[in-house]
């Protein structure tokens, strides 16, 4: 069971778009049925709709021992340049935010999974390792994007984005490598001037190469994988202040031999409050996965206790997915309280090698249902800082609350200019 | 009224500077002008005005912080040899304290000072300006070397601890300078020494050190535009003797070099944009090692409405040596690299004019190559994500405004909001526990 929610671990990374930002967290965690500025980075072209934009986020502080250590920081933003009434260019940039290739990598790293039999006597209490501790490899470096677009008579924007991330350590008889280069390529087609068409494709191939021949007996190992995705969603308005929203989305992934797919669609329903926004969305999708058995020619072990070979698994599932939104101003201009809550209804199958059964039915992993937040603004929006709040915090005596005095999860923020 | 004055008197004799300002917009300035920059450019005191300046210093107590003088790189961490004494070689223009390492429980480089300008008549000014107390680069870069070279001269002989290489005392900056109708020119000095001497067995031993910068500014105005200019010649000078004359280091001075341009254009872009290309080439050698490090590149700043926005982009590349010596016989290293930086930062007044908000960011990646004994290492690097120095990924700050005359600009820790102040505070943080990383100021005369 053990190995199971370590999948899951790595699944949940793996099918999580990239809704990583305190707005999108704390009201749904799925940025599929509303505009959001994070979507510059899946879709490149949706920046025309933003504006001059800076971003970024202070980071998520997350419990590493007994201490609290804040990862996901990063900044970015773009610029908007008319070059005749009836062209305008963007320019953009992120840098340090953890691509999705990148996060996955770390979740399979530090997830275990690659745990085999310990014949470096690398570890002193155990005969079994990860292999990724004995390989030494390190995470990716950079996680640089860069993107530019050109919007024609604000009706059609067209932009490509590019990305790099990367770890070498390079020395006598070692080499450590891992790459991972993409791009992506996005549109936003003004419909009557009334909807937006918005679609991208996104790919990345991670490249990962080890070798170290100080070490008895040496290591040898590589693995190149594309990985990329389809979105396309259309806001249709249908009144001032409803929208209807249709969505696709088509993503694999494959990371050392760890092979998912995420196939489906879904509808949403957005509506503008007084100083605010609700939305209610549901998709369904069709999920595929499938593990390997070795890594570098070494038999991989369940990283729990009884330690057995892993056998060349196969998982699917069918997914549906309920989540709703909202957000609003509240007693003054610059406060806006939000909530949001997503569930996960998984049926699903896993079978060996031979298709045999292992197990089926109803399976839930580790998903919060629920978070809360607040953004502190201007009156105008120019300026807003986005803050998930720590949802054991309201329990708790205000002088003493939250999980070990933790507030706030995360705080990002957008500026216009 | 009187306690008024007092109060007043009291605050302005203990804080005036902004190097919190700097740290909490971008950790760099290079593409934007402050007041710290006198140090670096005395020329620009012609520029900037008049203004008493200070700091209570920073504390920098992060867990995973240590007293090297290496930058806090994101490596490997793997190194050929067994030393790891590559100092900083990409510091930001003019705050370097954290980037070299320092860790400190208690408020460190604490110091104020002055400029001031004197129009001569309606052609010729004179200025001039004087610091006390402050950590300049060369002390820090002395300070973090200093300890290398005792720990292996200590090592080696087991000598009493007095006859390593001291802290310096007196630390303190000159500059003097004058416009002359849209030029300025500057002059700076700086010095910090120590003369150490103990008796051992009727004999006097011990060491000497001599810190000296010299520095030549120049700023000049050319419609709405303007290009600065410096060039600073540092020199170490020191000596050393002991019981065991095989480590005694016979009188010798060190010297080092940089030499910085930039400029500021001005464009009607977006009500305004100033583009700054800058580019700088600096040498600096002590004892055994040499650090050299040539960078260049181009930004941009905008003045908003009650704020300021800049960002820029600069490549750089470094090669670091170290030789052998009858003190040090390891092996010799080379460490080399190239890469570049990004930055930005943003100030803007929010809710009241007085209380401004400041957040910035800087990214480094590049390629390092390590050289030592037949062997190599070449790795990717990057600066660390959060260790609480002025060389991470992001920082933040306020600054309190009191009529555009008396500025009180402060770091914050960056985990402070993510935690209840009445609980544990920050005791659970990677950051340090400290709220409050650095407080600054300015006071316009």
Request: hydrophobic share 40%; net charge negative; aromatic share 12%.
């Amino acid at each position: 069971m053990k190995f199971i929610s370590v999948i899951s671990i790595i699944v949940v990374l793996a099918s999580t778009s990239f809704g990583t930002e305190a707005r999108i967290e704390s009201m749904g965690n799925t940025p599929d049925f509303i505009k959001d500025e994070v979507s510059a980075i899946k879709n490149p072209a949706t920046t025309f709709g933003f504006g001059n934009t800076l971003l970024g986020s202070l980071g998520k502080e997350t419990k590493l021992g007994d201490s609290w250590v804040r990862k996901e920081q990063w900044f970015g933003g773009w610029a908007i340049y008319p070059i005749s009434p009836t062209m305008k260019l963007s320019v953009g940039a992120t840098l340090n935010k953890p691509f999705e290739t990148t996060q996955q990598y770390e979740a399979v790293s530090e997830s275990g999974f690659f745990t085999v039999f310990d014949k470096w006597n690398y570890s002193p209490t155990s005969t079994r390792v990860n292999f990724l501790d004995v390989l030494g490899m390190g995470t990716p470096y950079g996680n640089v994007y860069m993107f530019a677009g050109v919007s024609i008579k604000d009706m059609i924007s067209l932009a490509l984005g590019g990305r790099y991330a990367g770890y070498k350590q390079e020395s006598n008889d070692e080499n450590k490598y891992i790459s991972i280069q993409g791009g992506n390529l996005g549109l936003v087609y003004n419909i009557l001037n009334q909807h937006q068409f918005e679609a991208s494709i996104n790919v990345d191939r991670f490249v990962f190469e080890g070798k170290d021949e100080s070490t008895s007996p040496e290591i040898s190992v590589s693995s190149s994988d594309l990985n990329f995705d389809i979105n396309a969603r259309l806001f249709w308005t249908m009144s001032r202040m409803n929208s209807v929203v249709p969505m696709f989305s088509f993503k694999t992934t494959n990371i050392l031999g760890i092979s998912t797919s995420d196939v489906g669609g879904g509808i949403g329903f957005n509506r503008t409050l007084y100083k605010g926004l609700i939305w209610v969305g549901g998709k369904y999708l069709y999920y595929s996965a499938e593990f390997p058995e070795r890594i570098g020619g070494e038999a991989i072990y369940s990283p729990s206790t009884n330690q057995s070979l892993v056998e060349n698994t196969k998982e699917s599932s069918h997914k549906i997915i309920a989540s709703f939104g909202v957000e609003k101003k509240m007693l003054w201009d610059w406060f806006t309280i939000r909530v949001g809550g997503n569930k996960v209804f998984e049926y699903l199958t896993k079978t060996d090698k031979s298709d045999r059964i292992l197990e089926k039915g109803l399976f839930e992993r580790d998903v919060d249902a629920v978070a809360w937040g607040v953004a502190l603004g201007t009156k105008d929006d120019a300026l807003r800082f986005d803050i998930t709040v720590s949802e054991e915090f309201p329990y708790s005596n205000i002088f003493a609350g939250g999980d070990e005095g933790i507030m706030l999860v995360r705080i990002s923020a957008a500026l216009k200019f | 009224m009187y306690s008024f004055l007092i109060t007043l008197a009291v605050v302005t004799s203990i804080l005036y500077a902004t190097e919190s300002r700097i740290e909490s917009m971008g950790k760099r300035d290079i593409f934007f002008r402050d007041d710290m920059q006198v140090f670096k450019n005395p020329a620009t005191i012609g520029i900037f005005g008049n203004f008493v300046m200070g700091t209570m210093g920073f504390v920098n107590d992060a867990i995973d912080t240590s007293i090297v003088p290496e930058r806090s790189f994101d490596s490997a961490m793997v190194f050929v040899d067994s030393d790891n004494d590559s100092v900083s070689v990409s510091v930001p223009y003019t705050v370097y304290d954290t980037v070299y390492g320092k860790r400190t429980d208690v408020p460190t480089n604490q110091w104020f000072g002055v400029v001031y300008n004197y129009q001569l008549s309606k052609t010729l000014g004179v200025f001039g300006g004087a610091a006390f107390n402050r950590d300049n680069e060369l002390d820090l870069f002395y300070d973090s070397l200093r300890t290398v070279i005792q720990t292996e001269c200590l090592t080696k002989l087991a000598l009493p601890e007095k006859t390593a290489f001291p802290e310096v005392r007196g630390k303190m900056d000159l500059m003097l300078g004058a416009a002359l109708q849209g030029l300025n020119v500057g002059i700076g000095f700086s010095k910090a020494s120590q003369d150490l001497k103990f008796i051992y067995d009727s004999t006097e031993y011990g060491s000497d050190v001599s810190l000296t910068s010299l520095s030549l500014g120049m700023e000049t105005q050319a419609g709405t535009h303007s290009i600065e200019a410096y060039a600073r010649l540092s020199m170490i000078s020191y000596s050393n003797s002991t019981p065991d004359s095989a480590i005694d280091m016979p009188a010798t001075t060190d010297n080092s070099l940089e030499i910085g341009a930039r400029g500021f254009i001005k464009t009607n872009l977006k009500g305004g944009i100033v583009f700054v290309p800058a580019l700088t080439i600096a040498k600096n050698a002590l004892f055994n090692r040499t650090y050299s490090r040539y960078s260049g590149g181009v930004g941009m700043n905008l003045r908003l409405d009650g704020g300021l926005f800049w960002a820029g982009l600069e490549g750089e590349y470094f090669i670091n040596t170290k030789d052998s010596t009858s003190y040090d016989s390891a092996a010799n290293v080379e460490r080399s690299g190239y890469g570049a930086h990004f930055n930005f930062g943003i100030e803007k007044s929010l809710i009241w004019k007085w209380l401004i908000v400041r957040v910035g960011g800087s990214k480094y990646i590049g390629i390092r190559t390590t050289k030592s004994a037949g062997n190599s290492l070449r790795e990717w690097v990057e600066n660390t994500a959060d260790d609480g120095s002025s060389d991470d990924v992001l920082g933040f700050g306020i600054g309190l405004n009191y009529q555009s005359r008396l500025r009180f600009d402060i770091t914050l820790n960056e985990a402070l909001p993510y935690f209840n102040p009445f609980s544990n505070g920050l005791q659970n943080s990677t950051n340090g526990a400290h709220m409050v990383l650095r407080i600054s100021s300015t006071f316009s005369l």
